[in-house]
């Protein structure tokens, strides 16, 4: 019942990244939400206590280039993109 609830949560937070990428861009390049039901994924980072911080891990490349996880996460999301974007 629960991962239903969570599962229709993500598709609503997939929906409103969506709406904020320019015309044309392709979401699926974009945005990646990747549940981690068993925890396996948040066990293998640094990441601590994500049932209360949201936590950004940022890809490239297949590998994991860095994690965020504070108050305000979009300005280190940024700086990791910027550092694999040249």
Known sequence: MFRGIAEGIMRG??????RELAPGQ?????VIILPDWDG?????TSLADVSKRLGVAVFANGELVGIVQDEAPVEGVLNLVASVMG
């Open 13 to 18: 937070e997939f929906d409103k990244a969506v």
């Open 26 to 30: 392709d979401p699926f390049d974009y």
């Open 40 to 44: 396996a994924f948040v066990a293998s």
